[in-house]
C-alpha cells in the first residue's frame, strides 16, 4: 500500500518510529509533503532519511502570504532533489484564517508554474467552510486556466459534486480517513465511481484519522483502514486496490 500525502515531520511519535509502523503495516512507499518556508527542507530531510519516503515541497494556502521570488527560487531549488516527487500541497483554503485569496491565487499560480518547468505533478488543497463550494470550484478555474499538461493530484479529495469534472480533465483523486466517517456517503459513492486509473489514497498525517482510530493521531500506517472501505465501496478485494494505488503513484512519482 502507498500513502500519497502525509506529514511525518508533523507527528507525535518519533519519525523512525512512524514509518517503521507503516512498514510493518505493508505501507511501502509515502509522500512527505511540506507546507512552505519552514517545512520544506524538512520534509525532503525526511525524504532522504528513509527508504520508501519521497517529498513534495509548496507552500500551503493558508501560508501563501509569506509568498515571495525568495520563496519560489527555493522551492524550484528543491524540486531538482532526486527525493522530490511532486510540488505543492497549495491550492485555495477558504475554512481558516490566514492569507487573503489575492496570495493564495498569486501563490497557486506561480507553483504551477514551477511544477511545468520541473516536470512534476502538482498537490491540490481545496477547503471550504461548510456548506459552501467556492474554495474548490476557484481551484478548478485556475487549474483549467494554468495547468494543462501538468498531473494534477486532488489531495483529500471532498468534492464528490466535481467528481465527474475531475473524470473528465483526467486528474486523480485521493480520499483521506474522512471515506471512511459514517456520514461521507457522497464521498464513498465519489471513491466508488473514480476509474481505477485516477484513484490514490492517504492519511494526511497527523491529521484526518479514519474511523477506527478516530479522534486519535493519525499516521500513515492508518492508510490501510482507509483503502479497505474504498475497496469496499468499490466492490474488489483489498489486494486488488493496493495494486491499482500502487501502479498509479508509481506512475505518477516515478518511485
Known amino acids: 500500500m502507498i500513502d500519497s500525502h502525509t506529514h511525518l515531520f508533523l507527528c507525535e511519535r518519533p519519525e523512525g518510529d512512524v514509518v517503521a509502523a507503516a512498514r510493518e503495516a505493508g505501507v511501502g512507499r509515502m509522500l512527505n509533503v511540506g507546507l512552505g518556508r519552514d517545512t520544506n527542507a524538512t520534509a525532503v530531510e525526511g525524504a532522504e532519511r528513509h527508504e520508501g519516503v519521497f517529498a513534495a515541497v509548496g507552500c500551503h ?13 527555493e522551492i524550484a531549488r528543491l524540486a531538482a532533489y532526486e527525493r522530490v516527487r511532486a510540488i505543492g500541497e497549495m491550492g485555495i483554503d477558504y475554512y481558516r484564517e490566514g492569507a487573503s485569496p489575492e496570495e493564495q491565487r498569486r501563490a497557486f499560480e506561480a507553483q504551477i ?4 518547468e520541473a516536470g512534476l505533478p502538482v498537490v491540490i488543497h481545496a ?7 467556492t474554495a474548490s470550484d476557484e481551484a478548478f478555474e485556475i487549474l483549467d486556466a494554468r495547468a494543462g499538461g501538468v498531473p494534477v493530484i486532488l489531495h483529500c479529495f471532498l468534492a464528490p459534486w466535481r467528481v465527474d469534472d475531475a473524470i473528465d480533465r483526467g486528474w486523480f483523486c485521493s480520499f483521506s480517513g474522512i471515506v471512511t466517517f459514517p456520514k461521507s456517503d457522497a464521498l464513498r459513492e465519489a471513491a466508488a465511481k473514480l476509474p481505477d486509473e485516477l484513484l490514490l489514497v492517504e492519511t494526511d498525517a497527523p491529521y484526518l484519522a479514519p474511523q477506527p482510530v478516530r479522534g486519535r493521531p493519525n499516521e500513515p500506517a492508518h492508510v490501510v483502514s482507509t483503502a479497505e472501505v474504498v475497496a469496499e465501496v468499490r466492490g474488489v478485494p483489498y489486494e486488488e486496490l493496493e495494486r491499482t494505488v500502487e501502479k498509479n503513484a508509481r506512475a505518477l512519482f516515478g518511485w
Do not use: M, N
Open 61 to 73: 494556502p493558508t501560508s501563501a502570504g509569506e509568498w515571495d521570488d525568495a520563496l519560489g527560487e
Open 127 to 133: 477547503r471550504d467552510p461548510d456548506g459552501e463550494t
Open 113 to 116: 508554474e514551477i511544477a511545468r
